[in-house]
């Protein structure tokens, strides 16, 4: 009878597996976010916690370096209202010079702040949780970044948290370009297991003249991602397939390591 | 205590798969997340039933997953693998010595990921390999390794808190009373 017993354990775990991994796509991701909403009551606490420990800093912050701080802000918010109104002046000027020319209107960002709320348990994946869901209008491939430069897309959306991919992850390909005069492009795929500040520039003409220090930026080709997102720096270069086209190294701008709150684009 | 160690032991499992979450300390200063569920494993494959030990696969399985870019289902079977190979030996195996905890800990935390890998290979993912993951897989065999004494520590705690005492025997057995009599 024990014998059966666990050849019948055996038997059902292994079919409950196989019917798991034969789903349809929708299903699976219905299924991951039905499960994955077990754990929203914890979400809710393990913010409370993480903010304890700031909430708790504030009660005893003297008033002398919150003056200091008052001042540090009043005086940055005064520079940036100087930026602000310089930049409404180029806008202007952008805007004349587009009607002169014809050109199309560009269309603005609309931006929503998230928190990263998780991350991947799995080591060989690369994605974050946020807390922005359906409720919010997140939607998939909607592009994800902060105020340094290009974090991921959005892969799945349940109604109140969504899946990031990041940049660093095979899943997440971007075409990238490079700011030189060439305007070399290519893919960026993931720089390793180990790496959260390096990815791999692949695909790049034989003869790109890169450098290092040259700024990359998306493409704008694919569909997911608007164009000009900066992305980072070249670091170096090497010819790859005996020379049929280049491989470069780039530092990202944005630290994926420590994502504490990013930012999604709506196009 | 039968039902309470199975709530327990999956309780034990949420809360793990939650912590690898959200607790990146670790994973910042090694560049890999400890995996505790193969630990948990090996702590329900000794201690508990096959339904205990099925219950764990599938539902630890499928929490891991869902906050994970895996497809659901990967980590199921991996996770029952380990634990039904060792349930099968329990009889041979010296529960009792932190020791023997703790290659198994090892065992567990080793062959999991890989396995979990492996299947996802087969189904035609990509999941992020290289160089470095052997590191992390150093770091998640080490992790079990130190994870498993622990949580066989916390669950007999658990146990002693939570579970019936066995009843004290009395010194006194009738079988050796010495009968005093004044008739010789």
Redesign the interface.
């Known amino acids: 009878m024990v014998k059966q017993k666990h050849y019948l354990a055996l038997g059902v775990v292994t079919l409950a597996t196989l019917l798991l991994l034969s789903l349809p796509p929708r299903d699976t991701s219905r299924l991951k976010l039905a499960v994955g909403s077990w754990f929203l009551p914890l979400f809710g606490l393990a913010g409370t916690v993480q903010q304890l420990p700031g909430s708790a800093a504030d009660e005893v912050l003297p008033r002398r370096e919150l003056l200091r701080q008052l001042e540090a802000l009043r005086r940055e918010n005064e520079e940036l209202h100087t930026k602000e109104m310089h930049a409404a002046a180029l806008e202007r000027e952008n805007e004349q010079f587009r009607t002169l020319f014809g050109w199309q209107r560009q269309t603005q960002w609309k931006l929503k702040l998230a928190s990263v709320v998780m991350r991947d348990p799995a080591n060989w994946w690369r994605t974050v949780q946020i807390d922005l869901g359906s409720r919010d209008g997140i939607r998939e491939n909607l592009a994800v970044l902060t105020t340094d430069g290009l974090v991921g897309r959005v892969s799945s959306v349940s109604y109140t948290h969504a899946q990031v991919v990041l940049i660093s992850d095979p899943n997440c390909k971007v075409s990238a370009l490079v700011e030189n005069p060439a305007h070399d492009m290519g893919i960026i795929s993931p720089g390793g297991p180990l790496e959260n500040s390096f990815v791999e520039l692949s695909y790049l003409s034989g003869n790109a003249a890169l450098q290092a220090g040259q700024k990359v930026i998306t493409s704008g080709l694919g569909g997911v991602f608007p164009k000009g997102i900066p992305i980072g720096q070249i670091v170096d270069a090497r010819p790859v397939e005996f020379g049929l086209y280049t491989e470069a190294r780039v530092k990202l701008l944005v630290n994926l390591g420590s994502l504490e709150q990013v930012w999604v684009l709506f196009p | 205590m039968n039902l309470l160690q199975t709530i327990l032991i999956l309780a034990a499992a949420?809360f793990a798969?939650?912590g690898?979450?959200?607790l990146?300390g670790l994973?910042?200063w090694l560049?890999?997340?400890v995996?505790l569920l193969p630990a948990l494993m090996v702590y329900a494959a000794l201690n508990a039933d096959?339904?205990t030990?099925?219950l764990l696969?599938?539902c630890g399985g499928?929490?891991?997953?869902?906050?994970?870019?895996?497809?659901?289902?990967?980590s199921?079977?991996p996770l029952?693998a380990v634990g039904?190979a060792i349930?099968?030996q329990r009889e041979l195996i010296l529960r009792e010595l932190p020791f023997a905890q703790v290659v198994l800990g090892a065992v567990a935390s080793a062959i999991a990921?890989a396995l979990?890998?492996l299947?996802?290979l087969t189904?035609g993912q990509?999941?992020?390999?290289?160089?470095?993951?052997l590191?992390?897989w150093l770091v998640?065999t080490a992790g079990g390794a130190v994870a498993a004494p622990i949580i066989f520590v916390l669950f007999d705690w658990c146990k002693h808190a939570l579970g019936y005492q066995p009843r004290s025997e009395p010194s006194f057995r009738p079988d050796r009373e010495i009968q005093r009599d004044r008739k010789i």
Do not use: C, H, K
Not at chain 2, 126 to 133: I, K, R, V
């Open positions: 949420f798969v939650f690898e979450a959200t990146g994973r910042q560049s890999a997340q995996d096959i339904l030990l099925s696969a599938v499928l929490w891991f997953d869902a906050l994970s870019a895996n497809p659901p289902g990967v199921i079977l029952f039904y349930w099968l990921p979990s890998v299947v996802l189904i990509q999941p992020l390999l290289g160089w470095g993951s590191w992390q998640m």
